[in-house]
Protein backbone atom coordinates (compact mmCIF):
# COMPACT_ATOMS: atom_id res chain seq x y z
CA UNK A 1 0.00 0.00 0.00
CA UNK A 2 1.35 3.08 -0.75
CA UNK A 3 1.04 6.44 0.80
CA UNK A 4 -2.20 8.41 -0.82
CA UNK A 5 -3.76 4.85 -0.70
CA UNK A 6 -3.15 4.74 3.25
CA UNK A 7 -4.65 8.18 3.22
CA UNK A 8 -7.68 7.71 1.57
CA UNK A 9 -10.32 7.82 3.95
CA UNK A 10 -12.75 5.86 1.66
CA UNK A 11 -15.93 6.56 -0.20
CA UNK A 12 -18.13 5.71 2.76
CA UNK A 13 -16.33 8.32 5.16
CA UNK A 14 -16.35 11.30 2.47
CA UNK A 15 -19.90 10.25 1.61
CA UNK A 16 -20.78 10.90 5.57
CA UNK A 17 -18.90 14.36 5.60
CA UNK A 18 -20.35 15.57 2.86
CA UNK A 19 -23.76 14.63 4.15
CA UNK A 20 -22.99 16.49 7.21
CA UNK A 21 -22.11 19.77 5.65
CA UNK A 22 -24.61 19.87 2.47
CA UNK A 23 -26.13 22.97 2.45
CA UNK A 24 -24.90 24.55 4.94
CA UNK A 25 -22.51 27.98 4.32
CA UNK A 26 -18.85 27.39 3.28
CA UNK A 27 -19.99 23.94 2.78
CA UNK A 28 -17.27 22.83 0.64
CA UNK A 29 -14.63 24.34 2.48
CA UNK A 30 -15.59 22.43 5.39
CA UNK A 31 -16.34 19.46 3.84
CA UNK A 32 -12.40 19.78 2.28
CA UNK A 33 -11.05 20.54 5.86
CA UNK A 34 -12.69 17.43 7.60
CA UNK A 35 -11.42 15.23 5.32
CA UNK A 36 -7.87 16.18 5.02
CA UNK A 37 -8.40 16.00 9.11
CA UNK A 38 -9.74 12.69 8.84
CA UNK A 39 -6.86 11.31 6.71
CA UNK A 40 -3.85 9.63 8.05
CA UNK A 41 -1.46 11.91 6.91
CA UNK A 42 -3.30 15.23 7.11
CA UNK A 43 -3.47 15.91 3.50
CA UNK A 44 -6.08 15.74 0.58
CA UNK A 45 -4.79 13.19 -2.01
CA UNK A 46 -6.06 13.21 -5.52
CA UNK A 47 -8.40 10.22 -5.41
CA UNK A 48 -10.35 12.01 -2.20
CA UNK A 49 -10.27 15.22 -4.59
CA UNK A 50 -11.34 13.55 -7.29
CA UNK A 51 -14.54 11.25 -5.19
CA UNK A 52 -15.39 14.53 -3.85
CA UNK A 53 -15.91 16.72 -6.90
CA UNK A 54 -17.91 13.56 -8.38
CA UNK A 55 -20.20 13.20 -5.57
CA UNK A 56 -21.02 16.76 -5.71
CA UNK A 57 -20.40 18.03 -9.15
CA UNK A 58 -17.94 20.48 -7.98
CA UNK A 59 -15.24 20.55 -10.54
CA UNK A 60 -12.06 18.70 -9.65
CA UNK A 61 -10.39 21.61 -11.07
CA UNK A 62 -12.10 24.17 -8.80
CA UNK A 63 -11.50 21.84 -5.88
CA UNK A 64 -7.75 21.94 -6.22
CA UNK A 65 -7.94 25.80 -6.66
CA UNK A 66 -9.48 25.65 -2.77
CA UNK A 67 -6.99 23.07 -2.13
CA UNK A 68 -3.82 25.42 -3.54
CA UNK A 69 -5.24 28.61 -2.55
CA UNK A 70 -5.79 28.32 1.72
CA UNK A 71 -3.03 27.80 3.13
CA UNK A 72 -4.36 25.14 5.58
CA UNK A 73 -4.94 22.47 3.20
CA UNK A 74 -1.75 20.25 2.28
CA UNK A 75 -1.13 18.85 -0.97
CA UNK A 76 1.67 16.26 0.63
CA UNK A 77 1.90 14.10 3.55
CA UNK A 78 2.46 15.86 6.69
CA UNK A 79 4.30 15.24 9.68
CA UNK A 80 3.43 14.06 12.85
CA UNK A 81 4.35 17.81 14.08
CA UNK A 82 4.34 20.74 12.21
CA UNK A 83 6.47 23.96 13.03
CA UNK A 84 5.28 26.65 10.66
CA UNK A 85 7.75 29.97 10.47
CA UNK A 86 6.74 33.25 10.01
CA UNK A 87 8.23 34.67 6.67
CA UNK A 88 6.18 37.81 7.04
CA UNK A 89 8.14 41.24 6.57
CA UNK A 90 7.91 42.15 10.62
CA UNK A 91 8.98 38.70 11.31
CA UNK A 92 12.12 39.00 9.27
CA UNK A 93 13.26 42.01 10.32
CA UNK A 94 13.06 40.48 13.78
CA UNK A 95 14.91 37.26 12.71
CA UNK A 96 13.25 34.11 11.44
CA UNK A 97 15.47 33.67 8.43
CA UNK A 98 17.65 32.31 11.21
CA UNK A 99 15.36 30.76 12.40
CA UNK A 100 14.53 28.79 9.24
CA UNK A 101 18.35 28.03 9.07
CA UNK A 102 18.30 26.36 12.26
CA UNK A 103 15.50 24.17 11.30
CA UNK A 104 17.46 23.81 7.83
CA UNK A 105 19.80 21.96 9.58
CA UNK A 106 17.61 18.59 8.97
CA UNK A 107 18.73 16.74 5.53
CA UNK A 108 16.89 17.92 2.97
CA UNK A 109 14.93 21.02 4.44
CA UNK A 110 17.03 23.20 3.17
CA UNK A 111 16.80 22.33 -0.41
CA UNK A 112 13.44 22.11 -0.36
CA UNK A 113 12.78 25.66 0.93
CA UNK A 114 15.41 27.09 -1.26
CA UNK A 115 13.75 25.45 -4.06
CA UNK A 116 11.23 27.83 -3.27
CA UNK A 117 8.67 24.84 -1.59
CA UNK A 118 6.52 26.23 1.40
CA UNK A 119 7.04 23.58 3.21
CA UNK A 120 9.12 20.16 4.48
CA UNK A 121 8.45 16.78 5.90
CA UNK A 122 11.03 14.95 6.89
CA UNK A 123 10.97 11.48 5.53
CA UNK A 124 10.88 9.69 8.81
CA UNK A 125 7.38 11.90 8.77
CA UNK A 126 7.89 12.80 11.82
CA UNK A 127 7.94 16.68 11.22
CA UNK A 128 7.14 19.60 8.72
CA UNK A 129 8.18 22.54 8.33
CA UNK A 130 6.43 25.50 6.91
CA UNK A 131 6.66 29.29 6.09
CA UNK A 132 3.66 31.63 5.87
CA UNK A 133 3.15 35.09 4.78
CA UNK A 134 1.81 36.55 8.17
CA UNK A 135 0.25 35.47 11.44
CA UNK A 136 -1.23 38.75 12.33
CA UNK A 137 0.62 38.71 15.39
CA UNK A 138 3.76 41.18 13.93
CA UNK A 139 3.94 42.84 17.46
CA UNK A 140 5.43 39.65 18.89
CA UNK A 141 7.97 39.03 16.05
CA UNK A 142 9.58 36.82 15.49
CA UNK A 143 6.52 34.08 15.48
CA UNK A 144 6.46 30.27 14.92
CA UNK A 145 3.76 28.00 15.86
CA UNK A 146 4.33 24.51 16.53
CA UNK A 147 1.59 22.06 16.62
CA UNK A 148 -0.70 24.85 16.63
CA UNK A 149 0.83 26.61 19.64
CA UNK A 150 2.34 30.19 18.83
CA UNK A 151 5.18 31.23 20.35
CA UNK A 152 6.61 34.97 20.01
CA UNK A 153 9.65 36.41 20.06
CA UNK A 154 11.50 33.10 19.48
CA UNK A 155 14.98 32.95 19.33
CA UNK A 156 17.57 30.57 18.11
CA UNK A 157 18.03 28.91 21.05
CA UNK A 158 14.55 28.39 21.53
CA UNK A 159 14.02 26.97 17.75
CA UNK A 160 16.80 24.84 18.33
CA UNK A 161 15.35 23.16 21.43
CA UNK A 162 11.88 22.97 19.97
CA UNK A 163 13.12 21.32 17.29
CA UNK A 164 15.54 18.66 19.45
CA UNK A 165 12.76 17.87 21.78
CA UNK A 166 10.45 17.47 18.77
CA UNK A 167 13.04 15.20 17.31
CA UNK A 168 13.03 13.64 20.73
CA UNK A 169 9.34 13.37 20.01
CA UNK A 170 8.96 14.98 23.54
CA UNK A 171 6.14 17.80 23.18
CA UNK A 172 6.00 18.44 26.72
CA UNK A 173 8.94 19.57 27.33
CA UNK A 174 8.74 21.84 24.48
CA UNK A 175 5.37 23.46 25.88
CA UNK A 176 7.62 24.49 29.04
CA UNK A 177 9.75 26.96 26.48
CA UNK A 178 6.88 29.18 26.82
S1 LIG B 1 5.03 39.34 9.92
FE1 LIG B 1 5.09 37.66 11.25
S2 LIG B 1 3.24 37.78 12.31
FE2 LIG B 1 3.11 39.35 10.88
Redesign the pocket.
Known sequence: MNTHEENYVGKSAIDEIISKHKGKPGELLTTMEEIQEASEYKYLDMQSMDYLSSQTKVPLSQIYSVATFYSFFNLKPQGKHTIIV???????TKG?KVLLDDLSTMPGCKDALEAGETSFTTEDRLITVKT???????A????VAVDGVIYSNVTSEQIKKILQNLQEDNKDENIRLC
Not at 86 to 92: F, V, W
Not at 132 to 138: D, E, I, L, P
Open positions: CRGTACHSVACFGQCLAPV
